[in-house]
């Protein structure tokens, strides 16, 4: 996509899918989409690097494969990011937003619909105000930085990628500049993929930590660690840690269920932060 049009390519890339999805993503046009499908699945930061070797475009706008277009919502999804190029050419980093389907989903599915639908689906102006993370199933990125500053690939898991990247370009002196052109986040993980993949992002979360040079940074957009330092300083961590190993297990069980409450899941990610922190001593 350049700054004078929209004529974009779609490329799809499947990251070590399973034989039923290569065969059904085999049927789109080879004219109209390219489709790469890898044997293993690299991570989410290697795969989306990859992009880069499949096009020779301006500009890469990242979708999620389970992204959903809604005919009133999103159509005028491309003009509207080709609008933000026009009216902001100081812009190199354009994020759309998200959020999720009105209707409840069955309760094996429900908690990330929750924890989706009351913390990450934000206007851009809430966005903006509150210094809001990279968010990567729907962004527009100038080709020539992500060249400079591709995603880590040594970031294996999911989780956190984006956090990362949107922090190291900050810190080059990048904005990062939200507008409203959101995507349905859609295809929802039962309640323990949700929970598996919660526990994964703080395994990156730590490792990221341990790594990144601006500490200061990473806290200001990840609102857990600075939770974590709050109970340290005021010396509750180890109690909350002793609460968890009693009623860590529980909890998950009951998340799982379906009891669907974002109190409790916060306790169970300080809880599991605390405990994989200590084990890494």
């Not at 913390?119 to 962004?139: D, Y």
């Amino acid at each position: 996509m350049s700054r004078a049009s929209i004529p974009a390519h779609i490329i799809l890339i499947d990251d070590g899918s399973e034989k039923e999805f290569v065969e059904m993503n085999n049927q789109f046009s080879p004219d109209k989409i390219r489709y790469i499908s890898l044997k293993e699945n690299t991570g989410r930061a290697a795969v989306r690097n990859l992009f880069l070797q499949y096009t020779q475009d301006d500009w890469l706008l990242f979708l999620d494969g389970d992204t959903v277009f809604n005919s009133e919502k999103n159509s005028h999804f491309f003009q509207n990011y080709s609008n933000a190029i026009h009216e902001n050419p100081t812009a190199k980093i354009i994020v759309g937003g998200s959020y999720y389907a009105a209707q409840k989903p069955p309760l094996n599915r429900r908690l990330r619909w929750k924890y989706g639908t009351c913390k990450e689906t934000r206007g851009s102006v809430i966005r903006s105000q509150q210094n809001a993370a990279l968010m990567g199933n729907n962004f527009l990125i100038e080709r020539a930085l992500l060249e400079k500053y591709p995603f880590d690939k040594k970031i294996k898991k999911y989780g956190h990628e984006d956090t990362l990247l949107g922090i190291t370009l900050q810190n080059a002196g990048y904005s990062i500049f939200h507008i409203d052109n959101p995507v349905e986040n859609g295809n929802l993980e039962t309640n323990k993929e949700f929970l598996q993949k919660t526990e994964n992002a703080i395994d990156n979360l730590l490792a990221i930590e341990k790594n990144i040079k601006n500490k200061d940074a990473l806290k200001t957009q990840v609102r857990l660690l600075s939770y974590r330092d709050h109970l340290k300083k005021n010396k509750m961590d180890q109690w909350v840690l002793k609460a968890f190993n009693l009623a860590g297990a529980p909890s998950k069980k009951l998340l799982i269920s379906g009891f669907i409450n974002l109190r409790l899941l916060n306790f169970y990610k300080i809880g599991y932060l605390l405990k994989k922190e200590k084990s890494l001593q």
